[in-house]
């Protein structure tokens, strides 16, 4: 594979799982959200699969695979399994609306290629200069997090958290060892599992899955 | 070495007895192996203090990353061997005072934790084993404290308080010893040959932050509130093993940090422990004279004795550092000496009162009286406690005050006038506490033992099993051995403080059966003391003997009223009430006298109550406000917790985005 190719692909794979976060934030349909999710993780599974076609690294290459089964399959699957039982919560609610989000999602990009300035003149590279993109990832992923009502959209936050994390991991060090990697990934399924579980329990116990009503159970 | 480590490892094998062996056996099982355990770090701490050598134990894989450091030297040996006759007394005692809650699993096994925890803290020679120690130690009292707390709630107030102080003291040591490390290494070896290095400042600083810590444990004024509220609460054993061998870590701390890893430093920090061995000396002992509460009374003098022993230790520090090492050696023999006869004479008090307690159901004075002739063998090993820790002649507390002033006294040969004033009102505290002390018992013996009983229960009440008195009788032989013939341990008191100054004098005290001062005029001969007190007693009795009168049997005055009754005698607080007007002002008592009058004449009085209580005024004036302003501070911290999530999450969000833009 050429350099120049080999980096053009990085970036276009890097850039579509941030795109993908914006988007999350964007859109107001859920069943979009979780499509636009899926999406990331294809293109996450599409950034570990050209590091490991450029490093030659076969366990990458598994990991690769793992991501797409995981997040590019699986998880957005359970998450249609948890809409189609809640009716209610086909839009999200968000606390701070669409525009002012997206204004705020620029914002918080700016600040992670601020912030991440110096670990990226540690080790120069086509993959380390790519990093910003991981740490905005999260960083939308944590304001997704804030700022929706609905507990679907809450999952959504916290898995962007996690995409945005991976892509950090495999763009510094080219993947971690694959039992560590299967390990978080399977975690990160676990995770899903218990709140699709525990988001239905909620939302038939209490008739609601609005973090915000959940506020009387505090001490 | 191998002996304590063995007496360590019987009391886990005691830990794990504790969780296996069902009920009927447990108690007999957990206190045997746990006093075999107690004998064999005895043997051990007696080997090193004969012998004088210090023996050392390593191993990384007990503590994670720091590994545990033992050493036992003969200063850390002498409260190793200390704590462990108590341990075997109140061992011996719980086999037959052990009923309900102190049965179960976890108050037996906590038990023992406590007990192994107070051994290896005067043998911790690092800074993570003693801390380590040490919060186990306060984490396994505290929960000691509450095994009632099923029936009496105020248990868990006591905890609470001597939790929250007892972590506040432990926090402080923890960041004074780390202040003395950050040269290097934290075993006290790398302290001690790092400390030079250190500037004065850093010093001063270290030892205030250990002297604060320590102090709170030892029960010294300001930081004594636990102290009264939770020696009452703990079942009898663990009081006893709280107030002899707990309380004195804190003096061992003192000395070890001041003495022995800081080298003796200047004379105003042991100004400071004189100032607090003072003050609490005399709020100890007027407490305890007002007290009715029998091991309320008891906690109160645990803090007068422990001052006296700060005063010691202070003015010894201050002669040291003045130029006076003989004295100071005095004063310091003086301190440990009262320590050791502390534990010995407060244990033996404290499981007294688990028998009157167990006898009676009750611990309040004014439920007592007459109870000589209902519990004779009780009664008579209280006795030898009560006159012990008032310093009557021949018995160890005569022994050990009589070193400490003459270690006082001597020292006023030094010009420098803070010394002078210092020591003054060292002494002058000394005798004055000793006059309260004196009441106090005088009071409890009187009232409690002697005279008629003032309720049912007192009046039925019957000998408890013969292991609580063993228990007690085993605590008593120090009371006298060291009272009658004090030679036997001087010496090895004098291997203990070696190991503290740094100018090493031979032996200021030259021991036979008495005790003569070395190149200062001052001796006691116990012995001949005790064998004059004998002779006398013959005579006077031979005396009667030859000129017998026959009795006469009159009746008592009663001043025209009827036959008098149980509620006609003094009670403990009408005993206490003219010292308690004396010292109103820092008493503060409040005082409710209510009068009812007859409806027919304002001058007729159908009845009159009156009540006294006396609580502890630093408790009150400095305590409380604090109490109150911390509740208010947390309860406007709940405002920003309103229980949405978001919010919560938002905090994190802002949290992080400050982190990376700082860092960035």
Same mark, same amino acid.
């Given at each position: 594979?050429?350099?120049?190719?080999?980096?053009?692909?990085?970036?276009?794979?890097?850039?579509?799982?941030?795109?993908?976060?914006?988007?999350?934030?964007?859109?107001?349909?859920?069943?979009?959200?979780?499509?636009?999710?899926?999406?990331?993780?294809?293109?996450?599974?599409?950034?570990?699969?050209?590091?490991?076609?450029?490093?030659?690294?076969?366990?990458?290459?598994?990991?690769?695979?793992?991501?797409?089964?995981?997040?590019?399959?699986?998880?957005?699957?359970?998450?249609?399994?948890?809409?189609?039982?809640?009716?209610?919560?086909?839009?999200?609610?968000?606390?701070?609306?669409?525009?002012?989000?997206?204004?705020?999602?620029?914002?918080?990009?700016?600040?992670?290629?601020?912030?991440?300035?110096?670990?990226?003149?540690?080790?120069?590279?086509?993959?380390?200069?790519?990093?910003?993109?991981?740490?905005?990832?999260?960083?939308?992923?944590?304001?997704?997090?804030?700022?929706?009502?609905?507990?679907?959209?809450?999952?959504?936050?916290?898995?962007?958290?996690?995409?945005?994390?991976?892509?950090?991991?495999?763009?510094?060090?080219?993947?971690?060892?694959?039992?560590?990697?299967?390990?978080?990934?399977?975690?990160?399924?676990?995770?899903?599992?218990?709140?699709?579980?525990?988001?239905?329990?909620?939302?038939?116990?209490?008739?609601?899955?609005?973090?915000?009503?959940?506020?009387?159970?505090?001490? | 070495?191998?002996?304590?480590?063995?007496?360590?490892?019987?009391?886990?094998?005691?830990?794990?007895?504790?969780?296996?062996?069902?009920?009927?056996?447990?108690?007999?099982?957990?206190?045997?192996?746990?006093?075999?355990?107690?004998?064999?770090?005895?043997?051990?701490?007696?080997?090193?203090?004969?012998?004088?050598?210090?023996?050392?134990?390593?191993?990384?894989?007990?503590?994670?990353?720091?590994?545990?450091?033992?050493?036992?030297?003969?200063?850390?040996?002498?409260?190793?061997?200390?704590?462990?006759?108590?341990?075997?007394?109140?061992?011996?005692?719980?086999?037959?005072?052990?009923?309900?809650?102190?049965?179960?699993?976890?108050?037996?096994?906590?038990?023992?934790?406590?007990?192994?925890?107070?051994?290896?803290?005067?043998?911790?020679?690092?800074?993570?084993?003693?801390?380590?120690?040490?919060?186990?130690?306060?984490?396994?009292?505290?929960?000691?404290?509450?095994?009632?707390?099923?029936?009496?709630?105020?248990?868990?107030?006591?905890?609470?308080?001597?939790?929250?102080?007892?972590?506040?003291?432990?926090?402080?040591?923890?960041?004074?010893?780390?202040?003395?490390?950050?040269?290097?290494?934290?075993?006290?070896?790398?302290?001690?040959?790092?400390?030079?290095?250190?500037?004065?400042?850093?010093?001063?600083?270290?030892?205030?932050?250990?002297?604060?810590?320590?102090?709170?444990?030892?029960?010294?004024?300001?930081?004594?509130?636990?102290?009264?509220?939770?020696?009452?609460?703990?079942?009898?054993?663990?009081?006893?093993?709280?107030?002899?061998?707990?309380?004195?870590?804190?003096?061992?701390?003192?000395?070890?940090?001041?003495?022995?890893?800081?080298? !003796? *430093?200047?004379?105003?920090?042991?100004? /400071?422990?004189? =100032? %607090?061995? @003072? #003050?609490? +000396? $005399?709020?100890?002992?007027?407490?305890?004279?007002?007290?009715?509460?029998?091991?309320?009374?008891?906690?109160?003098?645990?803090?007068?004795?422990?001052?006296?022993?700060?005063?010691?230790?202070?003015?010894?520090?201050?002669?040291?550092?003045?130029?006076?090492?003989?004295?100071?050696?005095?004063?310091?023999?003086?301190?440990?000496?009262?320590?050791?006869?502390?534990?010995?004479?407060?244990?033996?008090?404290?499981?007294?009162?688990?028998?009157?307690?167990?006898?009676?159901?009750?611990?309040?004075?004014?439920?007592? !009286? *007459?109870?000589?002739?209902?519990?004779? /063998?009780?009664? =008579? %090993?209280? @006795? #030898?406690? +009560? $006159?012990?820790?008032?310093?009557?002649?021949?018995?160890?507390?005569?022994?050990?005050?009589?070193?400490?002033?003459?270690?006082?006294?001597?020292?006023?040969?030094?010009?420098?006038?803070?010394?002078?004033?210092?020591?003054?009102?060292?002494?002058?505290?000394?005798?004055?506490?000793?006059?309260?002390?004196?009441?106090?018992?005088?009071?409890?013996?009187?009232?409690?033992?002697?005279?008629?009983?003032?309720?049912?229960?007192?009046?039925?009440?019957?000998?408890?099993?013969?292991?609580?008195?063993?228990?007690?009788?085993?605590?008593?032989?120090?009371?006298?051995?060291?009272?009658? =013939?004090?030679?036997? #341990?001087?010496? $090895?008191?004098?291997?203990?403080?070696?190991?503290?100054?740094?100018?090493?004098?031979?032996?200021?005290?030259?021991?036979?059966?008495?005790?003569?001062?070395?190149?200062?005029?001052?001796?006691?001969?116990?012995?001949?003391?005790?064998?004059?007190?004998?002779?006398?007693?013959?005579?006077?009795?031979?005396?009667?003997?030859?000129?017998?009168?026959?009795?006469?049997?009159?009746?008592?005055?009663?001043?025209?009223?009827?036959?008098?009754?149980?509620?006609?005698?003094?009670?403990?607080?009408?005993?206490?009430?003219?010292?308690?007007?004396?010292?109103?002002?820092?008493?503060?008592?409040?005082?409710?006298?209510?009068?009812?009058?007859?409806?027919?004449?304002?001058?007729?009085?159908?009845?009159?109550?009156?009540?006294?209580?006396?609580?502890?005024?630093?408790?009150?004036?400095?305590?409380?406000?604090?109490?109150?302003?911390?509740?208010?501070?947390?309860?406007?911290?709940?405002?920003?917790?309103?229980?949405?999530?978001?919010?919560?999450?938002?905090?994190?969000?802002?949290?992080?985005?400050?982190?990376?833009?700082?860092?960035?």
């Amino acid at each position: 594979m050429s350099t120049s190719f080999y980096i053009g692909a990085l970036e276009l794979a890097t850039g579509a799982v941030l795109v993908c976060a914006v988007m999350t934030l964007w859109r107001r349909q859920v069943r979009t959200i979780v499509t636009m999710l899926r999406l990331q993780g294809v293109a996450l599974a599409c950034v570990a699969g050209v590091l490991a076609w450029h490093e030659h690294d076969l366990g990458l290459a598994i990991t690769a695979l793992l991501v797409l089964a995981v997040k590019g399959v699986l998880v957005p699957w359970l998450l249609r399994r948890v809409i189609r039982r809640d009716p209610r919560s086909r839009e999200t609610a968000p606390l701070i609306n669409v525009p002012a989000s997206l204004v705020s999602a620029a914002f918080l990009i700016v600040v992670s290629y601020v912030v991440t300035s110096k670990l990226t003149a540690l080790a120069p590279s086509a993959a380390t200069r790519l990093v910003p993109i991981g740490v905005a990832t999260v960083l939308v992923g944590y304001f997704m997090l804030v700022t929706r009502r609905r507990a679907v959209s809450q999952i959504v936050g916290l898995l962007l958290v996690d995409n945005g994390i991976a892509l950090v991991t495999f763009l510094l060090t080219a993947g971690v060892p694959l039992i560590v990697e299967l390990g978080s990934t399977l975690d990160v399924l676990l995770v899903v599992v218990v709140l699709q579980v525990l988001v239905v329990n909620t939302g038939a116990r209490h008739g609601s899955f609005d973090l915000d009503e959940m506020r009387e159970l505090h001490d | 070495m191998v002996l304590f480590m063995a007496g360590l490892g019987c009391c886990v094998l005691g830990v794990v007895a504790a969780t296996v062996i069902s009920l009927e056996r447990r108690v007999i099982v957990v206190t045997l192996v746990g006093s075999v355990g107690c004998l064999l770090t005895f043997t051990a701490a007696s080997q090193v203090l004969v012998s004088g050598r210090a023996e050392s134990f390593h191993s990384s894989l007990v503590l994670p990353l720091a590994g545990i450091n033992l050493t036992l030297d003969p200063l850390g040996a002498l409260f190793v061997a200390m704590t462990s006759f108590v341990g075997v007394a109140t061992l011996v005692y719980c086999v037959g005072y052990a009923r309900g809650e102190l049965r179960s699993r976890s108050a037996l096994s906590l038990l023992l934790v406590f007990l192994m925890s107070l051994l290896v803290v005067p043998a911790a020679s690092s800074v993570v084993t003693l801390m380590f120690f040490w919060e186990l130690m306060a984490l396994s009292s505290m929960l000691l404290i509450m095994v009632e707390q099923r029936r009496r709630v105020e248990t868990r107030v006591a905890a609470q308080w001597y939790g929250a102080m007892t972590q506040l003291g432990a926090a402080s040591i923890l960041l004074g010893l780390l202040l003395l490390s950050t040269k290097g290494g934290q075993t006290f070896g790398d302290i001690r040959s790092h400390v030079a290095a250190l500037s004065p400042t850093l010093r001063s600083f270290a030892f205030v932050l250990t002297l604060i810590g320590f102090a709170s444990k030892a029960g010294a004024v300001p930081f004594h509130v636990w102290l009264p509220k939770a020696h009452p609460e703990a079942p009898s054993p663990v009081s006893a093993l709280m107030s002899s061998a707990m309380v004195a870590m804190g003096v061992y701390g003192i000395v070890r940090v001041g003495n022995d890893l800081l080298g !003796g *430093g200047t004379l105003w920090w042991w100004i /400071i422990v004189v =100032a %607090l061995g @003072v #003050v609490s +000396a $005399l709020f100890g002992a007027l407490h305890a004279v007002t007290s009715v509460d029998l091991k309320r009374l008891l906690a109160y003098s645990t803090i007068d004795i422990l001052g006296l022993v700060l005063i010691g230790v202070g003015c010894s520090g201050a002669l040291a550092a003045s130029g006076h090492p003989r004295t100071a050696h005095l004063a310091l023999i003086g301190a440990l000496l009262l320590v050791v006869s502390h534990a010995a004479f407060k244990g033996c008090l404290f499981l007294g009162v688990g028998a009157i307690e167990r006898a009676t159901g009750s611990r309040s004075l004014d439920h007592l !009286g *007459g109870l000589i002739r209902r519990i004779p /063998i009780s009664t =008579a %090993l209280f @006795v #030898v406690g +009560a $006159l012990s820790i008032v310093a009557v002649p021949a018995f160890s507390g005569f022994t050990s005050e009589w070193l400490l002033l003459q270690g006082l006294l001597h020292g006023f040969v030094g010009k420098s006038s803070p010394t002078l004033i210092m020591l003054l009102v060292g002494v002058v505290a000394l005798a004055l506490t000793g006059g309260l002390t004196a009441v106090a018992f005088v009071k409890v013996i009187g009232i409690g033992f002697l005279g008629q009983a003032r309720s049912t229960a007192a009046a039925s009440a019957h000998e408890v099993p013969r292991t609580m008195q063993i228990g007690m009788g085993i605590l008593c032989i120090p009371c006298v051995v060291l009272g009658v =013939a004090p030679g036997i #341990v001087i010496p $090895l008191l004098n291997r203990a403080i070696q190991t503290g100054h740094s100018s090493s004098v031979s032996r200021p005290v030259e021991t036979g059966i008495g005790l003569s001062l070395v190149h200062l005029r001052g001796a006691i001969e116990p012995m001949l003391l005790l064998a004059g007190f004998v002779v006398i007693v013959a005579v006077i009795a031979g005396a009667n003997s030859i000129r017998r009168r026959p009795a006469r049997k009159v009746e008592a005055w009663r001043g025209g009223g009827d036959r008098p009754t149980a509620r006609m005698q003094y009670t403990a607080t009408s005993y206490a009430e003219p010292l308690q007007r004396v010292f109103a002002d820092v008493l503060r008592p409040e005082i409710d006298v209510e009068v009812t009058h007859a409806v027919e004449s304002h001058y007729y009085e159908q009845s009159l109550s009156y009540e006294s209580r006396v609580g502890d005024a630093i408790e009150r004036l400095a305590y409380q406000p604090a109490i109150r302003a911390v509740t208010r501070v947390g309860l406007a911290a709940r405002r920003i917790q309103n229980g949405s999530v978001h919010r919560y999450l938002a905090f994190g969000f802002i949290a992080l985005l400050i982190i990376l833009v700082v860092l960035a």
